[in-house]
């Protein structure tokens, strides 16, 4: 009954699986009489070949990181805009219109958002949203209003040039409606 323990119940452990870890556990210029010579030696050429420079070069690339907030936060210069570039000015034109993408995809999210907080809102009151959800539907109706105006017609290839000739447009029917009116 070898395999019994003493009380004769099931088998008891050779060996405790708590300080299993410590079995392998390399201390560079600590206390290693825990580990037989053999094992000292791997332990130590694995980590002084490998450990050791991987760490090193990880705390290299961490310490050279300049900026404190993440890549998704990244902020970008405004530039200006395509109605202060010259025709023949190519990368200004580039970066007014990388500019006016950019202000595309923040415009839609601001709108997405306004969305969701007035369907959330009718969701939590139920029929009495018509009320209690007024606020929400104005701030949903005027972001609407405003991307309406600013990329309503421009389709799906609109670009900064297309934005600023419909503005120009704008203004020109503006200006004709108040001269009718003044006459």
Not at 121 to 136: I, L, M, P
Request: aromatic letters at 12%; hydrophobic letters at 30%.
């Amino acid at each position: 009954m070898a395999d019994q323990g003493d009380d004769g119940g099931p088998p008891q452990k050779k060996f405790d699986m708590a300080n299993w870890g410590e079995a392998y556990t390399y201390y560079p210029g600590g206390d290693n009489t825990h580990l037989n010579p053999v094992m000292k030696t791997i332990l130590a050429s694995y980590y002084y070949t490998v450990d050791m420079p991987v760490t090193a070069i990880h705390d290299w690339i961490k310490s050279q990181k300049k900026s404190s907030y993440p890549y998704y936060h990244r902020k970008f210069r405004r530039v200006p805009g395509i109605e202060e570039c010259d025709i023949t000015d190519q990368v200004c034109m580039y970066e007014a219109n990388e500019q006016f993408q950019r202000d595309h995809l923040i415009d839609q999210e601001i709108l997405r958002l306004a969305r969701q907080d007035w369907m959330r809102c009718c969701f939590q009151e139920g029929d009495s949203h018509y009320v209690n959800c007024r606020d929400f539907k104005n701030r949903l109706d005027s972001a609407q209003n405003g991307y309406d105006v600013k990329y309503g017609d421009l389709g799906v290839y609109g670009n900064a040039v297309k934005a600023f000739m419909k503005q120009k447009h704008r203004m020109i029917e503006e200006r004709r409606e108040a001269e009718k009116q003044q006459s």
